[in-house]
């Protein structure tokens, strides 16, 4: 089998272009060389017995089919695989997955600009600097290994259907429908071992699951969105972060009143129900963000809270024993002893639980004592928390308050 470094843009005597379809055809083995740009104006199809390493440029401005093997040396740091369309949209296809290093999207004439009915597996960055790729209903996958990353996401640059996340560091999905870019995030346990998989649906979730049918402190659902979370993992140990933007998301659900609380809600199958994570929001951001323990369905909704004055939450603590900020306080809470409190990381792991909250010196100083990948007792990283308390007011009710809490243990 003859083997061919592209080191110049040129035609050379292993493509076989078909004067009828104007197709480009790999049987052999092509390598392209870091610091190389190659291009195919017309369709690309790599045959079953078709190897093609790209640790350079490959630019296709047409079609695109892989039935053999495409990858790149995973020693290589600067291989591109460029879909640039000019005109109609451009079509990713093939039995076999395509391995790519990097990726860039670009195709302003049309949207969806990429119909992908293959897999993908993106190594590297992913940059969508233009163009909708739409994997909807066609059976194509893109799937993001772990620490690939993606950037230039925006209304007219995401992906329409699912995406997948193998690992276990942080992800946010480049998902959206409808032309808004509506990206879900997971953060898992580091010890985790599988993947997870989200989608967007610019849809009402109540044709699906009645809205009617909600724990009773649930007051409002989002009735024009909601979100798809999948994994292979039974166990499910994460914080998932959801986001709302003003142009799917109804004004009600956002919009800030005292006697209610932004939360994630989620259609539970056992209870067939929708029940609701008490969250963190950050306003700035426009995020909200919740430990999970299941998959599913998930959209945005309005819970009813406590407008209890009389707690009082500071939100920073540095055990260093200089007397200021050594625990987590909150102010008040000895008026309403049934209570408990969990803190969890960044992960979505909970690292601190207790009942009865302050009570004979029960205070949290920072210290892990949860199921955590460090050891129990050791204080905990520098960084960011969140934490939930939930408590049992005078008439019998439970209240919830969730928020952000900050550790510095340096």
């Not at 997955?97 to 999207?105: K, P, T």
Request: glycine content about 8%.
């Amino acid at each position: 089998m003859a083997k061919f470094y592209l080191k110049i843009v040129t035609t050379v005597l292993f493509f076989i272009i078909g004067k009828l379809n104007a197709q480009t055809t790999n049987t052999g083995e092509i390598s392209i060389l870091p610091g190389t740009e190659f291009a195919t104006v017309a369709d690309f199809d790599n045959k079953p017995t078709g190897d093609f390493i790209n640790d350079g440029q490959f630019t296709v401005y047409s079609n695109y089919n892989n039935d053999g093997l495409v990858t790149f040396n995973p020693k290589a740091i600067s291989g591109l695989t460029y879909f640039k369309g000019s005109a109609a949209a451009q079509i990713i296809s093939g039995n076999e997955l395509s391995e790519f290093n990097n990726v860039r999207f670009e195709n302003r004439m049309i949207q969806p600009a990429f119909l992908l009915s293959t897999q993908i597996n993106i190594y590297g960055v992913s940059n969508f600097y233009k163009g909708i790729v739409s994997n909807n209903n066609s059976g194509g996958k893109v799937i993001f290994e772990a620490n690939a990353s993606h950037d230039n996401t925006n209304d007219d640059s995401y992906v329409d259907g699912y995406v997948q996340h193998n690992g276990n560091d942080e992800f946010q999905f480049p998902i959206g429908d409808g032309g808004y870019f509506r990206p879900s995030a997971v953060n898992q346990n580091s010890s985790s071992n599988g993947f997870f998989k989200s989608k967007y649906v610019f849809e009402n979730s109540n044709a699906l699951h009645p809205h009617t049918q909600k724990d009773k402190l649930i007051s409002l659902i989002n009735t024009t969105e909601y979100w798809k979370i999948e994994s292979n993992q039974s166990t499910i140990d994460i914080a998932l972060t959801l986001t709302w933007n003003s142009n799917t998301t109804p004004n009600e659900i956002t919009k800030e009143d005292s006697a209610y609380s932004l939360a994630i809600i989620n259609w539970d199958e056992a209870q067939s129900k929708w029940i609701y994570y008490t969250s963190a929001t950050d306003n700035q951001n426009e995020t909200v963000t919740a430990a999970i323990n299941k998959t599913g369905i998930f959209t945005l909704g309005k819970v009813r809270v406590s407008n209890v004055d009389d707690i009082v939450i500071y939100n920073a603590v540095s055990p260093n024993g200089d007397g200021l900020n050594d625990y987590f306080n909150i102010q008040g809470l000895d008026k309403f002893p049934d209570n408990t409190l969990e803190i969890y990381n960044r992960y979505g792991v909970k690292v601190y639980e207790t009942t009865n909250y302050g009570a004979n010196g029960n205070w949290f100083r920072g210290i892990s004592e949860g199921r955590v990948t460090i050891n129990k007792g050791e204080g905990l990283p520098t960084g960011t928390y969140f934490y939930t308390l939930k408590f049992k007011m005078p008439d019998g009710d439970y209240k919830d308050k969730a928020g952000y809490l900050y550790i510095n243990n340096d």
